[in-house]
Nanobody
Framework: QVQLVESGGGLVQTGGSLRLSCVAS????????MGWYRQAPGKQRELVAR???????NYADSVKGRFTISRDNTKKMVYLQMNTLKPEDTAVYYC??????????WGQGTQVTVSS
């Protein structure tokens, strides 16, 4: 069983920054992709950013140029640096790990609230 534990959420004003962290219970090399998703009240969970085992990244159009995903394989951690935050970024953010057989694992989520 894989455990993913997120941290770093909180309350921030519009234009502010936060860095989310996710630590995995086993080596990141066992996963094809690591990612961050978010879910706002009344909305479906959506992909925010993803990074492959080879370091290729992709982002939702709504966060391009503002968010950056990165990984530290030695620490088994994935980060999401969020800059120029907007109220519409308010959501619960989830860390995701996908194995090469497409099995998904999820963290418990961390709340990000951006006040206007």
């Amino acid at each position: 069983q894989v455990q993913l534990v997120e941290s770093g959420g909180g309350l921030v004003q519009t234009g502010g920054s936060l860095r989310l962290s996710c630590v995995a219970s086993r080596s990141l090399f066992s996963f094809n992709k690591m990612g961050w998703y978010r879910q706002a009240p009344g909305k479906q969970r959506e992909l925010v950013a993803r990074i492959t085992s080879s370091g290729v990244t992709n982002y939702a159009d709504s966060v391009k140029g503002r968010f950056t995903i990165s990984r530290d394989n030695t620490k088994k951690m994935v980060y999401l640096q969020m800059n120029t935050l907007k109220p519409e970024d308010t959501a619960v953010y989830y860390c995701n790990a996908q194995e090469y057989n497409l099995r998904d694992y999820w963290g418990q989520g961390t709340q990000v609230t951006v006040s206007s």
